[in-house]
């Protein structure tokens, strides 16, 4: 049985691994630390805010980011609006995208930062929230992430009162029909003859 010299088994290793290390090179940059977290927080967001009130949901996050002017366009500078998350409703993002749309877009510290809608065609270009960070300019994402972690407490707390309210009036519409039954006529009885 022949063997192969040493210097060609090693000759065939190193494009093999070589072909390996650039197919998992994208993947690699692309993970930013925190990534799983923060879907995974956007996704209890939807999930509270599908049981509220979708006003209450909206004014909410408006407050949250209340004194932070936006940078929507190259042209477009201001506070956060109702009509602005109503806008990105209507685009088809849920709260929780939005909640981490807006922390992308209120934590960055570059010179020249990217506006919500530059960051928004980056996410609807198929980019995960890792790659965009990563191209935004984060390290990690521990800013975003206390950002979104508190909208998903506030969000949740939305979504407990409007249950608790939703409960409330459904009891007393109840309780109000139940209490108030109609009165009942009794017929007159005839009057007796010889009384």
């Known amino acids: 049985m022949r063997m192969m010299p040493r210097f060609m088994s090693v000759g ?57 002017t936006f940078k929507f366009s190259a042209s477009d500078s201001h ?8 806008n990105l409703r209507q685009k088809g993002l849920g709260f929780g995208e939005i909640s981490i749309l807006l922390a992308l877009a209120a934590k960055q510290t570059s010179a020249n930062p990217k506006s919500v809608n530059d960051i928004l065609a980056m996410r609807t270009a198929g980019e995960g929230w890792g790659k965009i960070a990563k191209d935004l300019g984060y390290k990690n994402l521990g800013s975003v992430l206390k950002s979104v972690k508190s909208a998903e407490k506030d969000l949740d707390r939305v979504a407990k009162a409007d249950d608790k309210h939703a409960d ?25 003859p010889g009384r």
């Open 168 to 192: 409330k009036v459904g009891k007393t519409e109840k309780v109000e029909k139940m209490d108030k039954p109609g009165r009942i006529e009794r017929p007159e009885r005839p009057e007796r």
């Open 12 to 68: 065939l290793l190193v494009p093999c691994a070589l072909t390996m290390l650039l197919a998992a090179g994208p993947a690699i940059a692309q993970d930013v630390k925190g990534e799983k977290e923060l879907t995974e927080r956007g996704q209890k967001i939807d999930k509270a805010a599908s049981t509220a009130d979708s006003r209450h949901v909206t004014d909410r996050l408006v407050d949250e980011w209340k004194g932070t």
């Open 79 to 86: 506070q956060l609006t109702s009509a602005d998350v109503q």
